[in-house]
């Protein structure tokens, strides 16, 4: 008897494919492109929102440079009219830092809140050393060391802040080196007592001139 013959197995397989339903290779090709669809649009929406953050990061930095430029401005406009007080007695320069020393405060005290809105936690302690330095330029005694000292310590404070603005935008710093200023709030303390025992002392001067 002659042998049933057995199909190849490549016979087997152009059967498979010829046997499979006819609606399968369109299906499988839209499921590639409807894929591909999701995947464009997902990196889209990717590529937009990190080109969103980096150029809101660039205003914020850009407003908040701004904002810092305007405070060293008045700032540095608080510590001229203190240096007046360099060489006058603490009963003369008073009354005039409770005039023009007060309206340029109000000065310093508008742009600090509008700067407070926006800078980083990373700049609390430069602005914070900033704010106590600035503040103490305009306390009694107006002694020409202390006073100098208070001037010198602003300065200091007033660079810190330059660089750390400077550093949001990649810049090295310029200033040379600052010391912390750690005992400003104590130093403010032992002025207010000094300048109690100084108007004492011209009051008595006074009515005991002839």
């Known amino acids: 008897m002659t042998p049933t013959p057995t199909p190849s197995p490549i016979v ?8 499979a339903p006819w609606w399968g290779v369109p299906v499988t090709a839209g499921v590639f492109l409807l894929l591909g669809g999701v995947l464009t649009f997902l990196f889209t929406r990717w590529n937009e929102s990190t080109k969103y953050k980096r150029e809101k990061q660039r205003e914020d930095i850009k407003e908040l440079v701004e904002l810092g430029a305007q405070l060293v401005n008045v ?9 007046k007080g360099i060489g006058r007695p603490t009963a003369v ?23 407070r ?29 202390g006073q100098e000292w208070a001037i010198h310590e602003q300065k200091k404070a007033s660079a810190r802040l330059v660089d750390a603005l400077r550093a949001l935008q990649g810049h090295q710093a310029i200033s040379a080196d600052v ?9 403010a303390t032992r002025a207010m007592a000094v300048l109690n025992e100084e108007i004492e002392n011209e009051t008595a001067e006074q009515k005991s001139a002839p």
Not at 93 to 115: C, H, I, N, W, Y
């Open 179 to 187: 010391e912390e200023v750690s005992t400003v709030v104590a130093d």
């Open 75 to 83: 700032g540095n406009a608080v510590r001229d009219f203190a240096a």
């Open 12 to 19: 087997e397989q152009i059967t498979a494919v010829a046997a």
């Open 93 to 115: 320069f008073a009354p005039m830092v409770a005039t023009e020393g007060t309206k340029l405060m109000d000065d310093f005290q508008l742009v600090l809140s509008r700067f």
């Open 117 to 145: 809105l926006v800078y980083p936690n990373s700049m609390h302690e430069v602005l914070t050393t900033y704010l106590k330095t600035t503040i103490v330029t305009l306390l009694p005694p107006y002694a020409d060391a």
